[in-house]
C-alpha cells in the first residue's frame, strides 16, 4: 500500500485555482485536501453543529470549485476569499433558521484559538499563528466583541444587545479591535493566505 | 456624489468601515457607506486595508477534520453538478469515474493500484460506473471504498489512521460472503489498494466490502447498497 502521509501537492493556491478553472480535477481535489479542515472548522465555529457544518463547508468549497475562474488575485488572499465564502454562508444560513444562536462553546473555542499549545502551534501555519497571536493582545471584552463581528456577523447594535452594552461602546470595541489586529499583524509582516509551493 | 461628499465628507463613513470590513454593516449605513466609497479614494484605501485584516482574523478559527466520508460526498456533488448537455450521460458517468479514482489515488497522481484501474478501464468495452461507500472503523481511522464495474471489475481503498495487515472480503446481495479478495500491510497510516473482483461475480452483486483484521474480525463495513 503506498504511504500517502507525505503527499503534498506543491502549487501555489493560485496556481490549483487555476487549474482548476481549466478542468484539472486533480488540482480540484488538492484544494479540498489543503483547506477542507480550515473550512469545516470555520463552519462548525460559527454553527456548531456537526451535519449543519458539513453542509456548510461542502457548499463553500463546491462554490470555490465552481467560481474558480473568477478569482481576482487583486481581492486578496485564496484563504481570505474562501473562509470569507464560508463565514457568509455559515451566518446566512443561521440567520435563515431565524435565530443567531451562538454555541457558547463554539465562541469558547475560537476564543481559546489564539491562547494554543505549543504542540498546537507546530501544527499551524504562520498566517493563523499570526491572527491568534494578534488576538491576544485585545482585552477579552473586545475580543470578543471582534469576534462577534467578524465571525457571526453581528451588526454593532446586535453586539451592544448580547454584551449589554452600549451601542458606541460596542463600536468602539470593535473599531479598536480590529485596529489593533490590523497593526499586529502589519508589525508582524505577516503574508497574506496559506502555505504557497516549497512551504509545505 | 459632489453631494454626499460636501454633506458630511468622510467623517460619517470612517466609522462604518470597520463594520463594512468585517461584513456585519445593513441597511441603510450599508448604503451610505458605499455611497461614499464610489467617489472617495482615500476610503477605498482604507476599507482595502481594514478589510485584508478582517479576512485574516478568520484564518483564526480553530481547524477540525471533517467526518468520515466529506470528500466522497463533496466529489459526488461535483460530478452532479457539472453542467449536462443533451446526450452527454456518458461523459458524465465517465467523469464521476475520474473523479472517484482521483480521489481514491489521494489526488497526485495515480498509484500502482489505480494505474490498473485506468489500463484496465481503456480495455473496457463502455462507460464504467463507479459505487462509492464511506466506512469508518470503531475506535478510530475508516476511509473510503470504490467499486468500478468493468472487466475486469475492481475494488479500490483508500484507508486512513490505521497500521497493521488487514484483509478484505465482500458480501453479495443474496448473503453469501466472498472469503477474501486480498490482504494490505499499511504502515504509514493511510494509504489505498486495489483487487480485481473475480469474473464470475457482477460487481452490481456485492452488497458491502469488509475490512477484517488478523483474527477475522469485522473492523468496518463500506455499504455500497445505500
Known amino acids: 500500500m503506498r504511504n500517502e502521509r507525505g503527499w503534498r501537492d506543491g502549487r501555489s493556491d493560485e496556481a490549483l485555482l487555476g487549474a482548476i478553472a481549466l478542468g484539472d480535477e486533480e488540482a480540484g481535489i488538492a484544494f479540498v485536501r489543503r483547506y477542507q479542515r480550515r473550512v469545516y472548522g470555520l463552519a462548525y465555529s460559527i454553527v456548531g453543529e456537526a451535519a449543519l457544518a458539513e453542509d456548510v463547508a461542502q457548499e463553500a468549497l463546491l462554490r470555490a470549485w465552481s467560481h474558480a475562474a473568477v478569482y481576482d488575485t487583486r481581492r486578496g488572499s485564496v484563504a481570505g476569499w474562501l473562509l470569507t465564502i464560508t463565514r457568509n454562508l455559515a451566518v446566512d444560513t443561521l440567520r435563515l433558521r431565524r435565530s443567531l444562536t451562538i454555541d457558547p462553546e463554539a465562541m469558547a473555542r475560537l476564543d481559546l484559538a489564539s491562547v494554543e499549545s505549543p504542540e498546537e502551534a507546530a501544527e499551524t501555519d504562520e498566517a493563523a499563528r499570526a491572527v491568534r497571536s494578534a488576538l491576544t493582545l485585545l482585552p477579552p471584552e473586545q475580543r470578543r466583541a471582534l469576534l462577534y463581528a467578524a465571525f457571526y456577523g453581528l451588526t454593532a447594535k446586535e453586539v451592544a444587545e448580547r454584551e449589554a452594552i452600549p451601542l458606541g461602546t460596542a463600536k468602539t470595541r470593535i473599531r479598536s479591535g480590529l485596529m489593533k489586529v490590523r497593526q499586529a499583524l502589519s508589525s508582524a509582516g505577516t503574508p497574506v493566505g496559506l502555505k504557497k509551493a516549497g512551504e509545505e | ?226
Not at chain 2, 462604518?16 to 468585517?22: N, Q, S, V, Y
Not at chain 2, 493500484?113 to 463507479?130: H, I, T
Not at chain 2, 467499486?147 to 478484505?168: K, N, Q
Request: net charge positive; glycine share 14%.
Open chain 2, 1 to 226: 456624489m459632489a453631494r454626499l461628499q460636501s454633506s458630511g465628507g468622510c467623517e460619517p463613513t470612517r466609522d462604518l468601515l470597520f463594520e463594512l470590513a468585517l461584513g456585519s454593516l445593513n441597511g441603510a449605513e450599508r448604503s451610505i457607506a458605499l455611497s461614499h466609497l464610489e467617489v472617495c479614494e482615500a476610503c477605498r484605501r482604507q476599507l482595502a486595508e481594514l478589510s485584508g485584516a478582517a479576512d485574516q482574523l478568520l484564518l483564526g478559527a480553530p481547524e477540525m477534520e471533517p467526518p468520515v466520508g466529506f470528500e466522497v460526498r463533496l466529489i459526488e456533488q461535483v460530478a452532479s453538478r457539472s453542467p449536462r448537455r443533451a446526450g452527454d450521460r456518458r461523459r458524465g458517468r465517465l467523469r464521476k469515474t475520474a473523479l472517484a479514482l482521483a480521489l481514491l489515488a489521494g489526488g497526485g497522481g495515480l498509484g500502482a493500484g489505480v494505474a490498473l484501474a485506468a489500463s484496465s478501464s481503456q480495455a473496457a468495452s463502455g462507460p464504467r460506473a463507479v459505487r462509492l461507500a464511506a466506512f469508518r472503523v470503531r475506535g478510530g481511522g475508516g476511509g473510503v471504498a470504490a467499486i468500478e464495474a468493468g472487466r475486469p471489475s475492481l475494488l479500490v481503498m483508500r484507508v486512513e489512521g490505521l497500521t497493521g495487515s488487514y484483509w478484505v472480503s465482500c458480501v453479495l446481495s443474496d448473503g453469501s460472503r466472498l472469503a477474501t479478495l486480498g490482504r494490505f500491510n499499511l504502515s504509514g497510516g493511510s494509504g489505498h489498494w486495489s483487487a480485481r473482483i473475480p469474473a464470475l461475480i457482477s460487481s452490481s452483486k456485492v452488497r458491502t466490502a469488509e475490512l477484517l483484521g488478523p483474527g477475522g474480525q469485522v473492523l468496518a463495513r463500506a455499504d455500497f447498497s445505500r
